[in-house]
């Protein structure tokens, strides 16, 4: 049974940093690209960020770039996405999810901020920016 667990969120001032880690069970990890979404209430899931099978190719949202940085250890089957210059735009609920990668080439794009292409999902960690 696959199992994506979320952790690190919290409540923050804004210009904060938090470091929010993701630990999947169940599956071959380093067989999944990665992604991290986040939902604010009555606002649309969108993509913050994603990350390929081996880490070497990332993307980001527009509005976290130069900001969050996104990272992997396969050996730990751990997820993380560090965020910095935290702002109250940025609270919502941050989910990880698993992308099962079955393509030769090393990245995770195509499609990467639609939730459609992530075969499993964590329960979130709420993330709240304070002004």
């Known amino acids: 049974q696959v199992q994506v667990v979320e952790s690190g969120g919290g409540l923050v001032q804004a210009g904060g940093s938090l470091r929010l880690s993701c630990t999947a069970s169940g599956l071959t990890f380093d067989d999944h690209a990665m992604g991290w979404f986040r939902q604010a209430p009555g606002k649309q899931r969108e993509g913050v960020s994603c990350i390929s099978w081996s880490g070497g190719s990332t993307h980001y949202a527009d509005s976290v770039k130069g900001r969050f940085t996104i990272s992997r250890d396969n050996a730990k089957n751990t997820l993380y996405l560090q965020m910095n210059s935290l702002k109250p735009e940025d609270t919502a609920m941050y989910y990880c999810?698993?992308?099962?990668?079955?393509?030769?080439?090393?990245?995770?794009?195509?499609?990467?901020?639609?939730?459609?292409?992530?075969?499993?999902w964590g329960q979130g960690t709420q993330v709240t920016v304070s002004s």
């Open positions: 999810a698993a992308r099962f990668w079955s393509d030769t080439y090393d990245h995770c794009s195509g499609s990467w901020s639609s939730i459609y292409e992530y075969n499993y």
